[in-house]
């Protein structure tokens, strides 16, 4: 049975790192006292050792305790054996290029299917769909390939934000770049806002949290979908 948490971000505008999530979070880790945590997408740039620090902390909050990936010396045999796993965010592209070198994709895949519990944020979650062509980070590696996890069979857009109508910015909004990506890709496409997230249980896909999602889909318009709402039907 699928155990997935695919949430937009880690934090919430005013708010601290993962507390939004942290009773959800109890629940969803109820079965394990250690979760291993992956940091190769090193957002600004920081190092494995202070990025798992940080999530450490949150996670000694619901009294779990993270292990970073980093530190073992057989990153597949860890995934292997993991009873929890949490993918932050950060670059999308530096952490695909990670999960490829070590060999983790297929590593991660048997390890969902057989229900390992997953949490992923940000570039953690973009990772959760087809492919990561939908993530809004800059290419500042080159990953051998675009394709990423499927545990869900569409796109994901973290951080998705709304046109501002009031904004003097002229360059091109997240729907925009959504557009471009239907011009040569089917799939739909999940614009997640900041803290809503995409719980999987088994084969049931639901929206959580309190904001609607923007949904995607090929040759069609965009259109709104309300929290507690069902995705199984996207495909």
């Known amino acids: 049975m699928k155990q997935i948490i695919i949430a937009s971000t880690s934090t919430v505008h005013g708010g601290q790192y993962l507390d939004y999530l942290l009773d959800t979070l109890k629940t969803h880790f109820k079965d394990t006292e250690e979760v291993i945590f992956i940091p190769y997408a090193r957002p600004s740039g ?63 895949q048997d390890a969902i299917k057989k229900g390992t519990p997953y949490l992923g944020t940000s570039a953690g979650s973009n990772i959760c769909g087809l492919t990561m062509n939908t993530t809004n980070d800059m290419p500042i590696v080159y990953p051998p390939s675009f394709k990423t996890l499927g545990f869900v069979p569409f ?38 806002r900041e803290g809503s997230w995409i719980e999987v249980k088994d084969n049931n896909l639901q929206l959580k949290g309190n904001l609607q999602a923007r949904i995607f889909e090929h040759n069609q318009e965009p259109y709104e979908v309300d929290p507690d709402t069902f995705l199984n039907e996207l495909k």
């Open 46 to 108: 920081i190092t494995h050792k202070q990025y798992t620090e940080k999530a450490s902390n949150a996670f000694n909050k619901i009294e779990k305790k993270l292990i970073g990936l980093h530190t073992f010396k057989n990153p597949k045999e860890a995934i292997d054996n993991a009873k929890g796993i949490f993918v932050g965010g950060g670059n999308t592209f530096v952490l695909v290029n990670a999960l490829y070198k070590f060999n983790l994709i297929e590593s991660l």
């Open 155 to 192: 796109n994901i857009n973290p951080h998705y934000l709304d046109p501002d109508p009031n904004s003097k910015h002229m360059g091109e909004t997240r729907e925009t770049r959504i557009k471009e990506f239907h011009q040569f890709n089917t799939q739909p496409v999940i614009g997640l």
